[in-house]
């Protein structure tokens, strides 16, 4: 699908970004004040930033930041949630009725009010902002796994399994968490769309990425009084964030085309 | 003999109370623990050590910190949800005077998405595979992928920088609130305008209204043609569906009388999620408009570490998403009697 190429035409642009980049320095945050507020040119076909600066290898450069944000939060969000949600599913009773209230209360808080409160008490940064972005997304997997591991221990393997002297443990490694991890998978996906667009606002907010990075939500923020003269210093970065969501988005959906008939099938059977 | 339903009911609440009670115990161990000191901020940085001692003593915070949580929450009870540590007025009025402007940006912008969403998102599953309803899918997915504060500035950049058609900024018009000013009686100034037969003013709300509005309606507006279409799908699939298409009725009944009313519980609770993500997106948008709302007062709040105003806000939002989360499940259970059960 469309989704994977133009993810993959990013993860390229992000993995070759300093050899890609026109003018790296730059793209790194190094000014060059004699060229600031430049319209796109063929020299400079984003345009340059109020310093001076190439803003097309700024954007290319920002494109690293994205995608590490986008992979981090979920994947750790996912590593969180995941097993807490297949504990309580899977076991059931006092723990489950725990588990799910302290999920309740973290899905009680705006998330972004939340994560803004956290990075208050950690103080702004990149890496807080991906941990605070974590620490607000884990319980939507744990609801999911919980409601797939809720579903799965009555299969008749797992009956099996049990009666076998199998752990507990074990069933939930190697029977339980291979089964359910497709909605998982789906939701993961498009979630990373949002956890780009979450970190994007945190930073356009002055909490995440601190300049001189070339943090796409950052460069929007920077630009934004200068909407009106030099459109081009917001408008492109803020352009990429909204492709490369497009992109997690198209590729989830096509994940979930997929995924979801043979789910189907699978529960008939 | 208290039915099903009402236990229903009565379990969920008791629930909602407890989880309420668990987020406001948990701001306010966050707030206490960034580290900043509210009397400082309380009497300012010119203040001499013995009024910080004493601001400290009023704001009761030598006693321990459980005694303060008790007597906080006693506060919240009664409608006393504190001082705001820089305005020295009270959250609780500040938060108030803020709410409706906040609101009314969400309230326009749920309405676009509905009256946009729904209709697309219908058209695109009973068209399913054609090319309406990929523009109806790709639509939806650009809705969800904008970044608002990036499309508020291109809307700020076409309709006021380039077409000079709308303000750029704020609710009302320097002119307008010169000449034709609106009298606050509930803050929500499309309905005050009203209210007193001032139609200048009642426009010029509208047109500050209405580009804020379309930018907060952007995720919405994906996020409920993408939830009706594919409730429309399922229940296009069922038999009772083909039952009444093989008898005869017309499509456009079929539609409208059966396949709606049974989509229209989810996408009652993606409305309500929608509304709830309002809130937090509303920040961003009135960052950008200049918009006196409430989204500016908790950012200023939690940038001054204003600790009584952040608790007033988080509690407030946090009732909103309980409550409304509340309603949408006591509605679904009574519309689906499968869950009441469960």
């Known amino acids: 699908m469309a989704g994977v190429l133009i993810i993959l035409f990013f993860a390229v642009v992000a993995v070759f970004a300093p050899f890609l980049a026109p003018y790296p320095e730059e793209g790194a945050g190094v000014p060059n004040p004699p060229n600031k507020f430049l319209p796109p040119s063929s020299a400079h076909i984003f345009g340059t930033d109020y310093l001076g600066r190439d803003i097309l290898s700024r954007v290319i450069l920002g494109s690293q930041v994205s995608l590490t944000v986008a992979v981090v939060v979920i994947v750790l969000a996912i590593i969180i949630g995941t097993p807490l949600g297949a504990i309580a599913g899977y076991l059931g009773g006092g723990i489950d009725e725990l588990i799910m209230r302290i999920t309740d209360i973290f899905l009680s808080f705006p998330s972004l009010l939340l994560a803004i409160m956290l990075l208050a008490t950690l103080g702004p940064g990149l890496t807080n902002a ?3 972005l974590s620490l607000t997304w884990w319980p939507w997997y744990t609801r999911i796994m919980r409601a797939q591991a809720v579903t799965l221990r009555e299969r008749s393997y797992v009956e099996a399994a049990k009666v076998m002297g199998v752990s507990s443990f074990w069933i939930l490694l190697r029977h339980i968490l291979p089964n359910a991890i497709s909605p998982i998978l789906v939701q993961g996906t498009m979630d990373m769309s949002s956890a780009i667009l979450a970190e994007a606002a945190l930073s356009f907010i002055g909490l995440g990425a601190q300049a001189p990075s070339p943090e796409w939500g950052l460069m929007v923020s920077t630009g934004r009084i200068y909407i009106l003269n030099y459109w081009w210093f917001p408008a492109f970065p803020g352009l990429a964030i909204f492709a490369i969501a497009v992109a997690f988005n198209l590729f989830g959906d096509g994940l979930r085309e997929i995924l979801d008939p043979k789910t189907r099938r699978f529960i008939q059977a | 003999m208290p039915t099903g339903l009402e236990r229903y009911i009565a379990r969920r609440l008791a629930l909602a109370i407890i989880v309420l009670l668990a987020v406001v115990t948990f701001t306010f161990i966050i707030a206490r623990v960034v580290p900043s000191d509210p009397a400082e901020l309380y009497v300012g940085p010119k203040a001499t050590a013995a009024q910080r001692e004493r601001a400290r003593i009023e704001l009761g915070l030598d006693k321990p910190l459980y005694s303060q949580f008790v007597s906080y929450l006693a506060g919240l009870l009664s409608g006393n949800w504190g001082i705001s540590l820089r305005a020295h007025t009270s959250v609780l009025g ?54 608002s504060f990036w499309f508020a500035l291109l809307l700020q950049l076409f309709f006021f920088g380039r077409l000079h058609i709308l303000p750029l900024e704020g609710r009302l018009s320097p002119g307008v609130s010169l000449y034709y000013p609106i009298d606050p009686i509930t803050g929500f100034y499309t309905i005050d305008s009203l209210l007193e037969g001032n139609i200048v003013g009642f426009v010029d709300t509208l047109r500050h209204l209405i580009l804020p509005a379309i930018a907060l309606a952007t995720y919405p507006v994906g996020l409920i043609t993408r939830m009706t279409r594919s409730m429309m799908i399922e229940v296009l699939r069922e038999t009772y569906i083909r039952f009444a298409k093989a008898n005869g009725i017309s499509e456009r009944l079929i539609i409208f009388r059966y396949a709606l009313k049974n989509a229209i519980v989810p996408t009652l609770t993606v409305l309500g999620l929608s509304f709830a993500y309002s809130i937090t997106g509303a920040v961003l948008i009135e960052i950008i408009f200049g918009w006196p709302g409430l989204g500016t007062y908790t950012l200023n709040a939690i940038i001054e570490a204003d600790y009584p105003a952040i608790l007033g806000v988080t509690i407030l939002g946090a009732m909103f998403y309980i409550f409304i989360n509340l309603g949408l499940d006591i509605l679904q259970s009574y519309m689906d009697p499968r869950v009441r059960l469960s």
Do not use: F
């Not at chain 2, 938060?95 to 998405?113: H, S």
């Not at chain 2, 509905?114 to 399913?128: D, N, Q, R, T």
């Open chain 1, 130 to 132: 991906m941990i605070s």
């Open chain 2, 94 to 147: 500040d938060i108030l005077t803020y709410l409706p402007a906040t609101l009314e940006i969400i309230v326009l912008a749920n309405i676009i998405a509905v009256v946009i969403g729904i209709p697309l998102g219908v058209y695109s599953a009973v068209k399913k595979g054609s090319w309406l309803d990929q523009a109806g899918r790709l639509w939806a997915i650009a809705g969800v992928s904008i970044p």
